[in-house]
């Protein structure tokens, strides 16, 4: 699939060359600006989760947020991803090593949904621009609606 994804990419920017030659270069510098502010991030957010899977064996992360640790981590993978806050391509990533680590699929269902739509952290500025009731409304349903997220995820996966 990422073989595909990779020739089908190659293959747009060749045509995309094709037909404008410093269009398809602006994007490419754009491209590679953007690719550059995120790395550092991205790699220090890897760097942590690898020193920690080294650190924490899989048997602790499996208890904690396995498939045997059942609604508590979940509840506990819930709580760390509205409190965290990681951009989405560091986030899916650092969660593919949690399930390599021994994380359970519903647990990382949990922990990526509250991730992406809980935000704690951004309380103060969601406030600011959308009023205090509509935020707290908004994380709390937000929230709750991650909880379905994890046990239709856990369902389809367990299905397969």
Same mark, same amino acid.
């Given at each position: 699939?990422?073989?595909?994804?990779?020739?089908?990419?190659?293959?747009?920017?060749?045509?995309?060359?094709?037909?404008?030659?410093?269009?398809?270069?602006?994007?490419?510098?754009?491209?590679?600006?953007?690719?550059?502010?995120?790395?550092?991030?991205?790699?220090?957010?890897?760097?942590?989760?690898?020193?920690?899977?080294?650190?924490?064996?899989?048997?602790?992360?499996? !208890?904690?947020? %396995?498939?045997?640790?059942?609604?508590?981590?979940? $509840?506990? &993978?819930? *709580?760390?991803?509205? +409190?965290?806050? @990681?951009?989405?391509?560091?986030?899916?990533?650092?969660?593919?090593?949690?399930?390599?680590?021994?994380?359970?699929?519903?647990?990382?269902?949990?922990?990526?949904?509250?991730?992406?739509?809980?935000?704690?952290?951004?309380?103060?500025?969601?406030? !600011?621009?959308? %009023?205090?009731?509509?935020?707290?409304?908004?994380? $709390?349903? &937000?929230? *709750?609606?991650?909880? +379905?997220?994890? @046990?239709?995820?856990?369902?389809?996966?367990?299905?397969?």
């Amino acid at each position: 699939m990422t073989l595909t994804l990779y020739i089908a990419t190659i293959i747009l920017l060749l045509v995309s060359f094709t037909k404008n030659k410093m269009k398809t270069k602006k994007a490419l510098k754009k491209a590679w600006k953007a690719f550059e502010n995120i790395l550092p991030e991205f790699l220090a957010i890897i760097l942590l989760v690898g020193l920690l899977l080294a650190i924490i064996n899989p048997e602790l992360i499996s !208890k904690i947020i %396995g498939p045997s640790s059942g609604w508590l981590g979940v $509840i506990i &993978a819930a *709580i760390v991803g509205a +409190i965290t806050l @990681i951009p989405g391509f560091i986030a899916f990533p650092t969660a593919a090593l949690l399930l390599e680590g021994g994380a359970g699929y519903m647990q990382i269902g949990a922990f990526i949904s509250t991730l992406m739509m809980v935000g704690i952290v951004t309380i103060p500025v969601e406030v !600011k621009y959308f %009023g205090k009731k509509l935020t707290i409304q908004r994380n $709390i349903l &937000a929230f *709750i609606f991650s909880f +379905i997220v994890a @046990i239709v995820i856990s369902l389809v996966v367990t299905s397969l």
